[in-house]
């Protein structure tokens, strides 16, 4: 059964970059959609972006000019770096995968969660 | 971007009870593009419902989802002590994807 596990600094300073991994384990990180969500604390979610396995990206608009996904076959990992963070970057970062539908693999929804890391961003 | 209005923000119920939750789109979401997740504190979001009306493997018929346009509805026939927990409909349908901003179901 795959599993996904987030790991990353826990704080962050201002106008520094976030950097988190997400290692894939007990399945092939080939041929899926690796999404990054966040949920600011007390508050909903929020979808970051995505990537698949060839290396395409999509970001969400309001993020992109700061966002940065990446993927380390290699390694099962992909990864996710947030650059000039501020408080309001601070949130619980979920890793995700997406599902495949009668057979077809897609982006959305997503039904394989990490558990999910702390950031929080202080100075 | 499509903006989620989910409502109530809360729900009191018991045990046994039904549960009607709605998710209203500020547009039409293609295809009917809708997911349903459930989230219990300290865990991460689950899957129960996608394209709107489609249960995820493993989720108890008892979670059912309608809708199409810009209003959806996930219902919940008979509340279950595992049931109380945040539900957030997502949207799929355009390039950005989104997220209502939840409705707590909670014990009576």
């Known amino acids: 059964q795959v599993q996904l596990q987030e790991s990353g600094p826990g704080l962050v300073k201002p106008s520094e970059t976030l950097s988190l991994t997400c290692t894939v384990s007990g399945g092939s990180i080939s041929s899926y959609y690796w999404t990054w969500i966040r949920q600011p604390p007390g508050k909903g979610l929020e979808w970051i972006g995505y990537i698949f396995h060839s290396g395409s990206t999509y970001y969400n608009p309001s993020l992109k000019s700061r966002v940065t996904i990446s993927l380390d076959t290699s390694r099962t990992q992909f990864s996710l770096k947030l650059s000039s963070v501020t408080a309001a970057d601070t949130a619980v970062y979920y890793c995700a995968r997406g599902a495949i539908i009668r057979g077809v693999i897609i982006a959305s929804p997503m039904d394989v969660w990490g558990q999910g890391t702390t950031v929080t961003v202080s100075s | 971007e499509i903006v989620l209005t989910q409502s109530p923000g809360t729900l009191s119920l018991s045990p046994g009870e039904r549960a009607t939750l709605s998710c209203r789109a500020s547009q039409s979401v293609s295809s009917s593009y809708v997911a349903w997740y459930q989230q219990k504190p300290g865990q991460a979001p689950r899957l129960l419902i996608y394209g709107a009306s489609s249960r995820a493997t493993g989720i108890p018929d008892r979670f059912s989802g309608s809708g199409s346009g810009t209003d959806f509805t996930l219902t919940i026939r008979r509340l279950e002590p595992e049931d109380f927990a945040v539900y957030y409909c997502?949207?799929?349908?355009?390039?950005?994807?989104?997220f209502g901003q939840g409705t707590k179901v909670e014990i009576k």
């Open positions: 997502q949207q799929y349908g355009s390039s950005s994807w989104t």
